[in-house]
């Protein structure tokens, strides 16, 4: 009792804070599960659950890495290519977000109902991809037990799949994830803002050259927006609200306020992991190129930043197993009846192999190089189908789709579409040297 009082309060902070219209929660609820019903601090927790999942399943292992690299490359203009991927993730997401609550179906569906077997390829992409990239998780978490507690990568590998395992097959698996989210996401917000303090950042430089950059890398901006809300990540948050009930037009606000949220907390994280690697490098301090995130962690604050590292990087990457697991999953139930009965057996059974495979192979670097490079050709798919089925009334009815976010839909999908091909000719070769 206690603790689930506890867990309310937290969340309804969290929610004034990162969601600005607190009193939109006295409107008329939308049509959700009986359990959301009972009380409007459920309704307020699935919102949040909602943008922290779809926020940790971004901040993995490749999130804190490309953080520091672009940092130590860029200096302080790297934070005008942060500047400019929120603005495309909030594009991408919004339009995501709203077409998946208003046609109250998940994404794979809208796309057959656009063009039959257009659903069933996103699935494909998106269910191969964070297959392949809960990999790379898995082995994130493995490192992170090994910095946080000394244990070998692959045992702490191997506890953690238990830990993501043990979190779905609870009684109330939903509100497991959302709250593990939160948690988790609130311990590397914290864990990040204490080393970007201890590195003594210049702010002030750092704050003038996010508006006036001395150098403007495309290529970062396009990483870390794929990163944000690219391959599976974009459905995080989407389809959990759509799990919960949370549809129709009537819960747009909701959804849209929850989908901002859920950039704006990945985005806070990314600017204080930004500062913290800022003040190290600003000491003319070099980064460790093997583990530029650990790196970062130990040179502002000593060995016991290491230690913080592991903790970081557990967090992170075990919530992004939990991010992958549960979004990959939910492209395969609309295609089999099993699956949906039985979703939660399923996402044990994606961790179970995405486990064995790391423990058969070790990191798949080769696998992960391909997959990598249609990852980055999955958000113009995915948005552009939205983009279109936005404008189609047999999927979205007299809803009217806001002109501004499809013309931002279509500048995000154009760009990544251009980054995805190039990232497939010059990744491509890679693998066959």
């Avoid at 077997?117 to 090994?146: D, E, K, P, R, Y």
């Avoid at 490098?281 to 650990?294: C, E, F, K, T, Y």
């Avoid at 913080?308 to 992004?320: E, K, N, R």
Wanted: zero cysteines; glycine letters at 10%; a positive charge.
């Amino acid at each position: 009792m206690l603790q689930t009082a506890a867990d309310d309060i937290i969340a309804g902070r969290v929610l004034e804070i990162f969601l600005a219209r607190p009193h939109a929660m006295a409107e008329a609820a939308p049509a959700v599960e009986p359990d959301v019903l009972d009380s409007r601090s459920n309704l307020r927790s699935i919102l949040v659950g909602a943008a922290f999942l779809m926020a940790t399943s971004a901040i993995g292992p490749g999130f804190l890495t490309q953080t520091a690299v672009f940092t130590g490359q860029l200096r302080a203009s790297f934070g005008f290519a942060i500047l400019i991927s929120v603005l495309f993730d909030l594009a991408a997401q919004l339009n995501i977000w709203r077409v998946v609550a208003v046609a109250e179906r998940r994404a794979q569906d809208v796309a057959n109902t656009l063009l039959p077997g257009l659903g069933t390829f996103l699935a494909v992409l998106v269910s191969l991809g964070g297959l392949a990239f809960n990999v790379g998780n898995i082995a994130g978490a493995g490192l992170g037990m090994n910095a946080m507690l000394g244990m070998t990568t692959l045992q702490g590998a191997l506890l953690s799949a238990v830990i993501g395992v043990a979190l779905f097959l609870s009684r109330e698996a939903g509100r497991a994830m959302d709250r593990f989210a939160q948690l988790l996401g609130f311990v590397m917000v914290a864990l990040a803002l204490y080393v970007a303090v201890a590195s003594r950042p210049p702010v002030g430089e750092a704050a003038l050259r996010s508006v006036a950059p001395s150098r403007i890398d495309v290529l970062a901006i396009i990483t870390i927006v794929g990163g944000t809300v690219g391959g599976y990540i974009t459905f995080a948050g989407a389809h959990r609200l759509l799990d919960a009930g949370v549809t129709g037009r009537a819960a747009l606000r909701r959804v849209s306020q929850s989908a901002t949220s859920g950039i704006l907390i990945a985005s806070l994280m990314r600017v204080l992991l930004f500062l913290a690697a800022l003040g190290v490098v600003s000491q003319g301090l070099a980064l460790d190129p093997a583990n530029p995130p650990a790196s970062v962690f130990r040179l502002a604050t000593g060995e016991i930043g290491y230690r913080l590292f592991g903790v970081v990087m557990w967090s992170a990457a075990i919530t992004s197993v939990v991010g992958s697991a549960y979004t990959s999953v939910s492209f395969l139930r609309s295609f089999s009846d099993f699956v949906d009965r039985r979703w939660t057996w399923a996402i044990v059974v994606f961790i179970a192999i995405s486990t064995a495979v790391f423990a058969i192979v070790g990191q798949p670097v080769r696998t992960l190089i391909i997959v990598g490079a249609l990852n980055g050709l999955i958000l113009p798919i995915s948005l552009g189908v939205m983009l279109v089925a936005a404008r189609t009334r047999r999927i979205v009815g007299t809803y009217r789709h806001p002109l501004w976010l499809t013309i931002a839909g279509g500048v995000v999908a154009a760009s990544m579409a251009a980054m995805g091909i190039w990232s497939l000719v010059t990744q491509l070769p890679l693998l066959f040297r």
